[in-house]
């Protein structure tokens, strides 16, 4: 099927208006966002709950509770982490959660099209992998952030250390 510049472009521009106008709908129903400190709230909350395990792989436990424990314990660093940067940074944090917590986003941005909570690895991994290499930087950015906040937070926690053979510092700089 052959596709005109003038559709393409229609779509394009329609595309657009629909984010946008998720963007405003997101904005109405959250209301304005005071610049503060980094809240984890519950959309958020789920989008990393289900990104973190993807991102970490077989490093994560495989039964239920050990993994729903160490998915909680990473998210917290992660949040954690968060806090300790600059405001201005975790506005824009809080602005990435807060696309991948919007439907339409979640949908077209990142091609998940149910919740993260019913996304299936395939289609996290998928995700990850489409915003790791994607041609807009801004996306890639995204991907760069959200890798670094995970694996940073898993590997502060003392006990992953010995999966990657990692002995800890130095005992003559403690």
């Known amino acids: 099927m052959r ?3 003038r559709s393409f472009l229609k779509v394009g521009v329609v595309g657009a208006l629909v984010l946008a106008g998720g963007g405003a ?3 109405l129903v959250r209301g304005p966002t005071p610049p503060g400190r980094f809240v984890l709230d519950g959309a958020a909350g789920a989008a990393l709950a289900a990104i973190a395990p993807a ?3 077989s490093a994560v ?4 509770a050990p993994r729903a424990a160490a998915v909680a314990a990473v998210s917290e660093r992660v949040n954690q982490a968060i806090l300790g940067l600059p405001l201005a940074t975790q506005q ?3 602005d990435l959660f807060g696309l991948l917590a919007l439907a339409p986003a979640r949908r077209f941005v990142a091609g998940v099209p149910g919740g993260w909570a019913e996304a299936t ?6 995700f990850l992998q489409s ?3 994607h041609r807009f930087a801004a996306l890639q950015s995204a991907y760069h952030a959200l890798h670094d906040l995970v694996i940073g937070a898993w590997y502060s926690d003392p006990g992953n250390w010995a999966a990657i053979g990692y002995p800890g510092p130095l005992k003559e700089l403690g």
């Not at 436990?61 to 239920?64: L, S």
């Not at 690895?121 to 998928?126: D, E, N, R, T």
């Open 55 to 57: 991102m970490l792989g």
């Open 131 to 133: 915003w790791r290499t």
């Open 92 to 94: 824009e944090v809080q």
């Open 3 to 5: 596709i005109s510049r």
């Open 25 to 27: 709908v997101y904005r």
């Open 61 to 64: 436990p495989a039964g239920p």
């Open 121 to 126: 690895p395939a289609q996290l991994a998928a």
